[in-house]
């Protein structure tokens, strides 16, 4: 860690991006810098950002690949232990005025979320969730690697204090994912967490992201609001959820006073935990289905026996994790929705989300407008929405605002 904390090394501007950083845009591409000036070091390496006069701009780590550097700070400060140490007390401080501003709800009725979220909370690279007594670590990128028994360090004395006896390391994507103990244990079965007093399922060791998708706490509400208030007005809505994983956005459905809900998604353990979380929070049980089949297979026999629904919400996986696959994504969105909206009743609701961050509000939009003229619909967006408040995002990045949600009405 010492040569990591030197700060001897110094890269140079090429482009003129000193505006972009300035404004918190927190990652500089390797193809901006001057390599003539001075090569990169290695990740992990701390390195001093000169604008292209040659001036102090920002400091942050060396990383491998096409981004070049990352941003950690635009005063000239040190980048040590201490500086790590502020911003993840600062992440947590926010977190608790969240809590006291109302905006995730009360700490008895929610139990779990996003405690640092990388560049959101000046630390890039770093994500830790909560999940009442566990939390669940990940690093991301080369150059956070260099680090992360420091910061590992630092989180958990951070998270013990707040009373978390089980931290978890998640390391690896895909095939390679491992999920370790590096304090407390691995939950032998999945966990039950709170969500603004509704009980959802989530498997820790073997679930997506760390467990559950908390970005969508808020979206999982609005339903929730949303069914409660067709039901208030005398309506019996009935609810498909696409792509459903493990429930939340069914449960948040039935909580609300659906008379039919049915999740859809091919991974047969996490429908279980849907159907088991259902139960859980006292709902009827024959008013859930699973359907564990290809989402695409499924709206196809829906739309060939005429069955229409009043909400229907698609939460796909990423189509666009990589640039070069952008244009595919696009494809991809507009067959979701020209498959999906004729499922629709007149008058019904449609809430689209994208969490492909190479995809952003104006392009996912698009998507929808192609997909309403196809299949000739019309929608009203009702409102657009994004991640919850525990997911910041600096004011210029744009990229970081990977979850995009609209919320329509359609009409025929």
């Known amino acids: 860690m010492g040569g990591a904390r030197a700060a001897g090394a110094r890269v140079k501007l090429a482009k003129a991006l000193e505006r972009a950083v300035g404004r918190g845009h927190p990652w500089i591409f390797r193809d901006a810098l001057d390599l003539e000036f001075g090569a990169l070091p290695e990740p992990g390496t701390v390195v001093t950002v000169l604008d292209r006069n040659g001036r102090f701009l920002a400091r942050g780590l060396a990383e491998a690949g096409p981004i070049g550097v990352r941003v950690f700070t635009t005063r000239d400060r040190p980048l040590d232990a201490t500086l790590i140490a502020e911003r993840i007390e600062a992440a947590f401080s926010l977190r608790e005025a969240l809590f006291s501003l109302g905006s995730l709800g009360s700490p008895g009725d929610t139990d779990s979320l996003r405690m640092v979220h990388g560049e959101g909370d000046r630390l ?11 939390a669940v670590l990940r690093c991301d990128g080369t150059a956070i690697e260099r680090w992360r028994p420091r910061v590992e360090g630092l989180l958990i004395d951070a998270l013990r204090a707040r009373g978390v006896v089980n931290v978890l390391r998640r390391s690896g994507r895909g095939e390679h994912k491992r999920v370790e103990a590096i304090v407390g244990e691995l939950p032998r079965e999945p966990i039950t967490l709170r969500e603004h007093g509704m009980l959802l399922h989530a498997d820790l060791v073997r679930g997506q992201k760390t467990g559950m998708f908390l970005d969508h706490r808020p979206n999982r ?11 208030a007005t005398g309506g019996a809505p009935t609810v498909a959820n696409l792509y459903g994983y493990t429930g939340g956005f069914s449960i948040a459905a039935g909580l609300g006073g659906a008379r039919e809900v049915v999740t859809v998604d091919v991974a047969a353990p996490a429908l279980a935990l ?7 929070n006292g709902l009827p049980e ?4 699973v359907a564990p089949v290809d989402v695409e297979r499924w709206l196809a026999e829906r739309r060939d026996r005429g069955r229409r629904f009043d909400l229907v919400v698609a939460d796909p996986p990423s189509f666009a994790p990589r640039k070069e696959v952008r244009d595919r994504a696009l494809s991809a969105y507009r067959a979701l929705h020209a498959g999906a909206l004729p499922t629709v009743c007149d008058g019904g609701y449609y809430l689209a989300a994208s969490c492909s961050s190479q995809v952003d509000r104006a392009a996912f939009e698009e998507t929808l407008v192609k997909a309403a003229r196809a299949v000739r619909v019309d929608l009203q967006v009702l409102e ?28 025929r």
């Open 124 to 134: 890039p690279g770093v994500v830790c969730d909560r999940y009442g007594e566990y």
């Open 286 to 289: 024959g008013a859930h289905h």
């Open 221 to 231: 509400l609005r339903v929730r609001e949303l069914v409660a208030g067709l039901v």
């Open 274 to 280: 849907a159907s088991s979380a259902w139960v859980a």
């Open 384 to 411: 657009r929405g994004g991640a919850g408040m525990d997911h910041p995002v600096p004011l210029g990045f744009t990229e970081g605002e990977y979850l995009v949600v609209t919320l329509c009405r359609v009409h």
